[in-house]
């Protein structure tokens, strides 16, 4: 689903060839990550080549499940946002802002989940929402 | 091969300015430089190996050797963010001992008060993932404070008696930007800017810039200043691993140990350390994983005006630090190297000065703490 209060312009991801269907999907709400054939690891951000064995990889869809490993708030910002790294279930561990959510009450460890952030003319870019 | 006395830094030269928006990058590279030759009492025409990173303008060394009409047989622009000066010294001493240059020449200047910011590269292969949110330098080191906290117990308290440090420094400084003595107190009640880091634990945004002179001990003997000796280098990188992200070290704990050994000294044996202050935090990790305390004490370790030179154990950033005195060009891995050499040649302030100062260490940290970052460690010894 989309988050539908957008409070600040975000911009369009850069789509390259190594990672233009991890877009497509992003955009029917579908999360892939990528995970090796050879050594059967999943990592992030994703890549054609396995971070930890120089093998081929093949995208996967996961739930987008997670908890908060650390967190922030921008504060400076004209509107403040959250910030945070995620421990996905499916094992890595991702940067994403936080939406809906309320920029006092956060903690490490809360679980959340994935929701689709609108950009300014690209596809939507992975946040999170607690669950 | 060790470098260990293999080349000795002769020449160190911080730019007065704080703001320079009458002069272009490539002069104040110049002025830097200008400045670290006649420290070293060399000239222009000695020099034949130039060293720089990311912050010269259009393609390094090359618009700069130009720009200074340097005619030299060695270059190394490796750029590692604001480390990227600590690690041109090893590089500087490896291309000295290997006879590839006798005189090398490092300079590092920026104007991010008077010119636009750079855009990030969009097609650097990190960038889909990171900079449509706005990742910022201060999301990046918040989120490490954030996760120390968590997982250590270390305070905002602690992470605020490192600015206290700094300014009781800078007050003998007057060059530093920000020269007033603060509490503890005045650093939790300047507002928040990212959780859970307040303005006062952030450091400065300065022009300016800075050049060191590095030559072979054949040169060096023939020069009168004291010799300021490198006895050992390490490098190295983080980042975020593949998605095995962990927030509570930083790539100190590969360079330290390397320069260490390479050295043959201990952090206990150190008498004063230049350790980059981007952030309160920043300082609080490079601590811990240089040795100078055990992991997760290092909140502890800074407390009570243990880095205040003449108070406590740790004497470190006398010159007041990128915290308090200047980071030109967001880079203040030069200036960690300048204030480490004056400290060695006993030319700090004499409030500051550390008595008898023999051996020195300095640190940087560049890029971004919480996503990928270099690292590079020096111990520098007067002989």
Not at chain 1, 59 to 80: C, D, F, L, N
Request: aromatic share 6%; net charge negative.
């Amino acid at each position: 689903m989309m988050s539908d209060t957008p409070k600040r312009k975000i911009t369009p991801p850069t789509v390259t060839p190594e990672t233009a269907e991890f877009w497509k999907a992003a955009g029917e709400g579908r999360f892939l990550l990528r995970r090796c054939t050879a050594c059967h690891e999943t990592h992030w951000y994703p890549r054609a080549i396995c971070p930890f064995c120089l093998g081929d990889t093949a995208w996967e869809e996961t739930a987008g499940t997670g908890t908060i490993y650390s967190w922030t708030v921008m504060r400076r910002a004209p509107e403040p946002y959250a910030m945070a790294f995620v421990t996905l279930d499916a094992g890595p561990t991702m940067l994403a802002d936080l939406v809906d959510v309320d920029l006092d009450g956060l903690a490490i460890g809360h679980t959340v989940r994935l929701v689709w952030s609108p950009t300014d003319g690209g596809p939507p870019v992975p946040s999170f929402t607690l669950s | 091969m060790s470098i260990k006395n293999k080349a000795y830094i002769v020449g160190a030269y911080e730019h007065p300015t704080r703001k320079a928006p009458d002069k272009s990058t490539a002069q104040l590279h110049a002025e830097c430089a200008r400045g670290a030759l006649a420290d070293a009492g060399l000239t222009k025409d000695d020099v034949d190996g130039y060293f720089c990173a990311g912050d010269a303008p259009g393609m390094g060394p090359l618009s700069m050797a130009d720009y200074m009409n340097l005619r030299v047989r060695h270059v190394d622009a490796t750029d590692i963010g604001g480390s990227s000066y600590l690690m041109l010294v090893s590089h500087a001493v490896q291309a000295i001992a290997a006879g590839k240059c006798s005189v090398a020449l490092i300079t590092l200047a920026g104007r991010p008060r008077s010119e636009p910011a750079r855009p990030g590269n969009p097609w650097q292969p990190d960038a889909a993932w990171e900079q449509p949110y706005g990742i910022a330098t201060l999301n990046a080191y918040a989120m490490c404070a954030m996760r120390h906290m968590h997982e250590f117990g270390t305070t905002a308290e602690q992470l605020a008696w490192i600015k206290v440090a700094a300014s009781h420094h800078a007050q003998h400084n007057p060059l530093a930007m920000l020269r007033e003595v603060v509490t503890v107190a005045d650093v939790l009640a300047s507002p928040m800017v990212a959780d859970p880091l307040h303005r006062m634990d952030c450091c400065v945004v300065s022009d300016g810039g800075g050049a060191l002179v590095v030559v072979s001990p054949e040169i060096a003997r023939t020069l009168r200043r004291p010799l300021v000796a490198v006895l050992g280098a390490g490098e190295s990188v983080k980042h975020t691993m593949g998605g095995r992200v962990d927030l509570t070290y930083s790539a100190a704990r590969v360079s330290g140990p390397i320069a260490f050994a390479e050295a043959g000294v201990a952090p206990a044996d150190i008498q004063y350390a230049s350790i980059y202050d981007s952030f309160t935090i920043t300082v609080l990790m490079q601590i811990e994983d240089l040795g100078f305390c055990a992991k997760g004490e290092g909140g502890r370790f800074v407390a009570d005006g243990n880095l205040i030179s003449g108070v406590g154990k740790l004497p470190f950033n006398t010159d007041g630090g990128g915290l308090c005195n200047n980071h030109p060009a967001n880079r203040g891995g030069i200036t960690k190297v300048i204030e480490a050499v004056r400290q060695l040649r006993h030319e700090a302030h004499p409030a500051v000065q550390v008595p008898d100062c023999r051996l020195a260490l300095a640190h940087g940290t560049g890029g971004l703490l919480g996503t990928r970052h270099g690292a590079a460690t020096l111990i520098l010894e007067r002989q």
